[in-house]
């Protein structure tokens, strides 16, 4: 994939980071964000598309829907140097003409990122956050376009926030959701939440972790395939992924394992795969899977047991791993894995390949219905989450 100015598209290579790349280079900038979506709008809220004084754009705000009016408006933005609410969709007519035929629609916020106003800045942090692992809520002040940051137990940035909207936007970035705040007539707030990447650490590079490693990073997950053994752990059999070839334990708590954080095992040798639950288990993971038969499964409960773990914290692994689908190829076992793992991910519960465990651990529950309200006193909208940059 490529981006219009003909840049390789990759994951860090997002809006955000083409947006500083641009200023760094002296053109004109600006960067819209989808913060609500009605109806069958492809894109979520968070979504971002920057746009350069050429016309260039990195990421979208509607699969391609309505770029073109949004590069328009974007160019004016940046010859004013004003900020803009944009809506589009609707029905009839007004949806062919932005490319909305079934009716959904989006509302978006776009701003000019200029030298003078603090955003580079602003954005240049949210980058080093997000390499770092942080949560953050960025809230802007849709009126004013004044931006702050909001963080778990603190907040930096150009304004204030009354209790009640802190404690909104709090809520919001603890539930892993973007959404618009509503506080009266006059006062609306969007809290964008940019939660760390969500990581998978794949023990074994076998043949299905082959197949599994590259789907994976299509879905939105940072890879790491762990491997101590140099032959199976070579670079060129997972391009584009981050190879590892430690024994796993020692690379899984030298990784900091975090809630936004899957552990897959698959070598079928007890010598690695134990070790590495033994970590996975030792750290708030969201999902742990351990590929394998039932009988093999059920031995290696009872080694973990023998090591001290209890029962309620064995009942966290996923064995064996992936959805019952019938899988028999590496290819539809990396399916089933992936299935699985997006599940567990989404806070939906499943049905394992092998006999049923009991859940562990996992990320914030999402709606899969998008116009589910997120319900509090201040008039909050809850909208579709983007956990991925």
Not at 16 to 40: M, P
Not at 72 to 89: K, S, T
Not at 167 to 192: K, M, N, Q, Y
Not at 349 to 362: C, D, F, K, L, Q
Request: glycine content about 12%.
């Amino acid at each position: 994939m490529m981006t219009t100015d003909g840049a390789p598209v990759t994951g860090a290579d997002d809006a955000l980071t083409a947006a500083l790349r641009w200023r760094a280079q002296g053109r004109g900038v600006a960067l819209a964000t989808v913060i609500r979506t009605w109806g069958s709008a492809p894109c979520p809220a968070g979504s971002q598309l920057a746009v350069d004084e050429a016309g260039a754009m990195v990421g979208s705000v509607s699969a391609g829907c309505v770029e073109g009016a949004v590069v328009d408006q974007a160019l004016r933005a940046i010859a004013d140097g004003e900020p803009r609410l944009l809506g589009y969709g609707v029905t009839d007519q007004r949806a062919w003409e932005v490319g909305l035929a079934c009716g959904g629609r989006i509302e978006l916020y776009l701003q000019p990122v200029g030298p003078a106003d603090g955003k580079p800045g602003l954005l240049e942090r949210l980058l080093r956050l997000r390499a770092e692992r942080r949560p953050v809520a960025l809230v802007t002040d849709l009126v004013m376009g004044l931006q702050t940051l909001v963080f778990p137990s603190v907040v930096h940035g150009g304004f204030g926030l009354e209790e009640p909207l802190l404690a909104a936007a709090r809520d919001c970035l603890a539930a892993d959701r973007s959404a618009v705040v509503e506080a009266g007539e006059d006062r609306r707030l969007f809290v964008h939440v940019f939660a760390p990447v969500p990581r998978l650490l794949v023990v074994g590079g076998v043949h299905i972790a082959q197949v599994l490693a590259p789907m994976a990073r299509l879905a939105g997950f940072q890879v790491t395939v762990i491997d101590p053994r140099r032959g199976f752990a070579a670079a060129e059999r997972f391009p584009g992924t981050t190879v590892v070839d430690a024994w796993p334990d020692e690379a899984l708590v030298a990784a900091g394992l975090d809630p936004r954080s899957a552990v897959v095992t698959l070598t079928h040798d007890p010598k690695l795969d134990d070790p590495a639950l033994g970590a996975a288990l030792r750290a708030p993971v969201f999902h742990i899977g351990a590929l394998g038969s039932r009988r093999s499964h059920a031995q290696r409960l009872d080694r973990l047991r023998a090591q001290g773990f209890a029962e309620a914290e064995l009942a966290r692994i996923h064995g064996p791993v992936g959805l019952r689908i019938g899988a028999v190829t590496p290819a539809e076992i990396a399916v089933s894995i992936l299935a699985e793992l997006v599940a567990r991910r989404r806070g939906i519960g499943t049905p394992t390949a092998g006999a049923a465990s009991a859940p562990g651990p996992v990320a914030p529950r999402l709606s899969p219905d998008l116009s589910t309200p997120l319900s509090t006193g201040l008039g909050i909208t809850a909208v579709n989450p983007k956990t991925d940059l």
